[in-house]
């Protein structure tokens, strides 16, 4: 079955820090990618998304590229600001239509 | 256009008691989901609906849990009887399954039920 593997946290940075946080991904055929983040208290939001091998989704400084050779999407900004801290989640969606999420991983950014 | 819309947004109930969470998701979405998020396990899909109808509900815990669908515009996720391991933030989200958004999820703000 289809199964999402995200970085453990939390993720911890001073602002203006570069953000990586991994994500890699097994399912059959050609799934879409996604990335949500949770700002406390919220719900989950849609940050950037990918359909297709090699396409770039970005969005509010945030960039991830989908890599079908390696199975990975993560997710990177340049310069992190106190205001990204929240809990990202990577997450897929194949052939089923059922979104699979990976379990999220904290970022805390200081300033 | 109003998002998907949970109520109530806190809920605190003693054990034993029925819990009834609700949902209304985005007019002309086609999919709703029932999500579960705690610390220990992280967010578990309960049950979703295609077309009001469910689909799957392999994730609900156990009988104590029961979720309808009566029309496009409504659902409700029922807890009976409540448990204390019951409490955890409850989301519900919706998607469309056709056009460029397609496979997207639109989540509520979520219910925060405690059990005491």
């Known amino acids: 079955g289809n199964s999402v593997t995200q970085m453990e946290g939390p993720v911890t940075l001073s602002e203006e820090a570069f953000l990586t946080i991994n994500c890699t991904y097994t399912?059959?055929?050609?799934?879409?990618l996604f990335w949500y983040v949770q700002y406390p208290g919220e719900g989950l939001q849609l940050l950037l998304k990918?359909?297709?091998?090699?396409d770039k989704g970005s969005n509010k400084g945030f960039e991830a590229t989908y890599r079908k050779e390696t199975t990975s999407f993560h997710l990177e900004k340049g310069s992190v600001q106190v205001s990204d801290s929240a809990v990202y989640f990577c997450?897929?969606?194949?052939?089923?239509?059922?979104?699979?999420f990976g379990r999220g991983t904290s970022l805390i950014v200081h300033p | 256009d109003a998002g998907v819309i949970q109520s109530p947004r806190h809920e605190v109930t003693e054990m034993g008691q029925e819990v009834t969470l609700r949902c209304k998701p985005i007019?002309?979405?086609?999919?709703l989901f029932w999500y579960r998020q705690t610390m220990m396990r992280g967010l578990e899909l309960l049950i979703y609906?295609?077309?009001?109808?469910?689909?799957?509900d392999s994730g609900m815990p156990e009988d104590r849990f029961s979720a309808k669908m009566p029309n496009a515009s409504f659902s409700t996720l029922k807890i009976q009887p409540s448990e204390p391991r019951d409490s955890a933030v409850y989301f519900c989200?919706?998607?469309?399954?056709?056009?460029?958004?397609?496979?997207?999820?639109?989540f509520g703000e979520g219910s925060r039920l405690t059990v005491l």
């Open positions: 989200a919706s998607s469309f399954s056709g056009g460029p958004k397609s496979g997207e999820l639109f």
């Open positions: 399912a059959t055929g050609y799934p879409s």
């Open positions: 990918a359909t297709k091998a090699d």
């Open positions: 997450a897929l969606r194949g052939g089923s239509y059922i979104p699979t």
């Open positions: 007019s002309g979405h086609d999919y």
């Open positions: 609906f295609n077309n009001n109808v469910p689909i799957d």
